[in-house]
């Protein structure tokens, strides 16, 4: 099959986001035995601007992708968010390929206020949107044309290759990076909370007021250089929402704390990650594993195995394709493949 993936490969930031979901949806894809074309809808619109800013080239980025869609003639359109691409671009290339289905990768939390009119938007030429989201919330953004699907953060071997479960010389016992504590300054209070409960812990927190975050390769050794991490995201109450933080946690085998509010206990068991209910248990747990290093280095290793078992970049692939054609369901999702509408 032929796909063309559609969103921001941020050639801009060259390289510096070599662990995006996108690059490795695109790695999934194409081990799959698909063929490939990423399109950077972002940069090639940021090539028909005066010293690359501006929004004049969002006109030829369209152009572009409905050029490319003529000449490549996909199957499969994928839009993750791709928005300077317009609906009526899509409704052109449909014109074009009577026979394409289009489906939409949304990154972003739904309760974001400017997520769910995105979700409406494109909810209008789509033919499904995955978000990383699960349940009932995505009922409402459902309809006889439009469905809506869980998607979990996929792993890719080939770039969360670090193992810290392996390693004993961290210099650092607990890893947390929030990017930035502006819009969610709970989160930076969280840190300093836990920071303070359990003062023996070495904290490697970034995204804290002089502690800024860290990108690329930066981030991985950053990433390398602790045992632990937290997996903090800025609401823990929808139903297997997480950021692209728990595939670089897991997948470079930290052990991952997250709240068990999220529903991931019912994916991954104690044996694999560890889950706390308040900042109370979230500090016993910390000190627990900092006197019983050997047990931390079996469980992370266990969450290591687990998740990339069930959420490889393959395998999540895989199930992009079979619910956007629409196909009968792989038996082994080790996750909730609800799917709204349709």
Not at 216 to 230: E, K, N, T, V
Request: glycine share 8%.
């Amino acid at each position: 099959m032929r796909i063309v993936i559609a969103g921001n490969y941020n050639e801009k930031k060259a390289g510096a986001n070599f662990y995006a979901t996108i690059r490795k949806l695109t790695n999934g894809f194409t081990r799959n035995g698909h063929a490939v074309i990423g399109f950077s809808d972002r940069d090639v619109a940021r090539e028909g601007t005066d010293f690359g800013i501006g929004r004049r080239g969002n006109a030829g980025a369209n152009q572009r992708l409905i050029e490319l869609a003529g000449n490549y003639q996909p199957d499969l359109l994928v839009l993750m968010h791709a928005d300077r691409i317009s609906n009526e671009t899509v409704l052109t290339i449909r014109k074009i390929l009577p026979g394409l289905r289009v489906a939409v990768v949304n990154l972003d939390p739904i309760f974001l206020p400017e997520n769910p009119p995105r979700i409406r938007r494109f909810s209008e030429i789509a033919d499904v949107t995955f978000i990383t989201t699960a349940g009932d919330h995505l009922a409402p953004f459902a309809s006889a044309t439009h469905r809506m699907a869980y998607l979990p953060n996929p792993t890719d071997a080939s770039i969360e290759s670090l193992q810290c479960f392996a390693r004993e010389d961290q210099p650092f016992d607990l890893f947390c990076s929030i990017g930035s504590e502006q819009g969610t300054p709970w989160r930076g209070d969280a840190l300093r909370a836990i920071a303070a409960a359990v003062p023996e812990c070495r904290t490697a927190f970034y995204g804290l007021a002089g502690q800024p975050a860290v990108f690329g390769q930066a981030y991985f050794d950053a990433i390398a250089s602790a045992r632990m991490g937290l997996n903090l995201n800025r609401a823990d109450d929808h139903k297997l929402y997480s950021s692209d933080r728990l595939a670089q946690y897991a997948g470079n085998g930290l052990l991952v704390f997250i709240a068990r509010s999220t529903g991931y206990d019912e994916i991954f068991s104690d044996e694999e990650f560890v889950f706390y209910r308040d900042q109370a248990e979230l500090a016993d747990r910390l000190r627990y594993f900092l006197e019983n290093d050997g047990e931390r280095q079996r469980i992370a290793r266990n969450g290591h195995s687990r998740y990339h078992a069930i959420f490889n970049e393959r395998v999540v692939a895989r199930y992009m394709e079979e619910i956007t054609f629409e196909k009968a369901l792989s038996p082994d999702y080790g996750w909730q493949s609800d799917v709204y509408g349709g």
